[in-house]
């Protein structure tokens, strides 16, 4: 397999990796600000009022977010599978 089909089908694979992960990672971001503005202004310095809402919110988002994420990863899958006859030389 020549070395261009090799990155191609590495940039691929990423692209599709950093497609799935942003919506999750996006949802941990936005409620981590959300709570560091609270704990700013409260002054309450606990780490697990800072952990649990991040992880219920990593979790929901998984949750809801999976149909979406099977789907692009069936997408993904057939996508490369139909077309292998470039990577079996």
């Given amino acids: 397999m020549p070395v261009e089909q090799v990155v ?3 940039r ?17 971001v936005i409620v981590s600000l959300l709570v560091n503005i609270v704990q700013v202004l409260t002054s309450l310095q606990e780490t697990t009022i800072s952990t649990v809402p991040r992880l219920l ?6 949750f809801f977010l999976m ?10 899958t057939l996508q490369i599978f139909s077309d292998f006859h470039p990577f079996i030389r």
């Fill in 67 to 76: 149909p979406w994420m099977w789907k692009q990863v069936c997408g993904f």
């Fill in 12 to 28: 691929l694979t990423m692209r599709e990796v950093f497609l799935l992960a942003s919506p999750i990672l996006a949802a941990a």
């Fill in 8 to 10: 191609d089908l590495g």
């Fill in 57 to 62: 919110a990593t979790g929901a988002a998984a």
